[in-house]
């Protein structure tokens, strides 16, 4: 992994999670603001599956479990669909909220998959 | 400014023909989270180091299985599933409070390094949760509390969509 670039992904996922639990609480309805911090939060999580793939054959090598990084990964990248789908079907507030949870999972994940990149020793 | 593309009927036709409504989904999409997080966890453990801790991991798989079975409860109608969902949401609040406890008093009962919450070898329940932001301590309060408010109705209403 790259490390400012995990953290970037971090910062970007909590605030669109901060903003679609606010606007969520408010009343607002899942728009294009709110779906669109998540789409970039998905955005981010596919390039970081493109460094995943790459970074171990430049000699970014994981001093943990490749598995469980990608576990993570894999369920991180499909949280921001699943609650999105769910915004268009059922357009209510809580879907927004739902979109914010969402995106913050995806920031506690993220900094997770940093740990188990990283990880020193067994 | 989004209401402005949002059909009037819509606002207007408030759904109220499943058991979970408003913030009862966001009740079930936590579950879900909690769900995928503790099977993807389980399983990674389950597959690379059994061994180190095979009573953690059991625990951490049957744990990963009881909030599948919260989630699907959760979502399905019926007062049986009502029943299965009391029964599985109170059967984690007991779950993180006895391991909670055991891992925070004797760390080392369950396996070598089990006490840690942010340990290769924790569960879900680790601490009370505190690996996952004590959101596994937390979420069975809210369950029982939700459920106990959104009884199922005793004659069912005709909502066959």
Known sequence: MIEWFTWTQVAVASLAGALCVILGLVGRKPNDLTIGSLALV???LIAQVVVGVVAPFVGNRPSGSLLEFWVYLVSAALLPIAAAGWALVERSRWSTVILGVAALAVAVMVARMWQIWTVQGA | ???AMTPSSHAHAPARNTRISGVGRLLVVVYGIL????TGRTAVQIIERFDQAPVAFTLSGLSALVYIVATISLVARGSAWYRVAWAAISFELIGVLVIGTITLVAPDLLGAGTGSPFGR???VWTVYGAGYL????VLPILGLWYLA??????VPLDDAA
């Open chain 2, 121 to 123: 070898t924790s569960t």
């Open chain 2, 1 to 3: 400014m989004a209401d």
């Open chain 2, 149 to 154: 408010k959104h009884r199922p109705a005793p």
């Open chain 2, 35 to 38: 769900a995928l997080a503790a």
């Open chain 1, 42 to 44: 998905e955005l981010l």
């Open chain 2, 134 to 137: 004590f959101v596994p301590l």
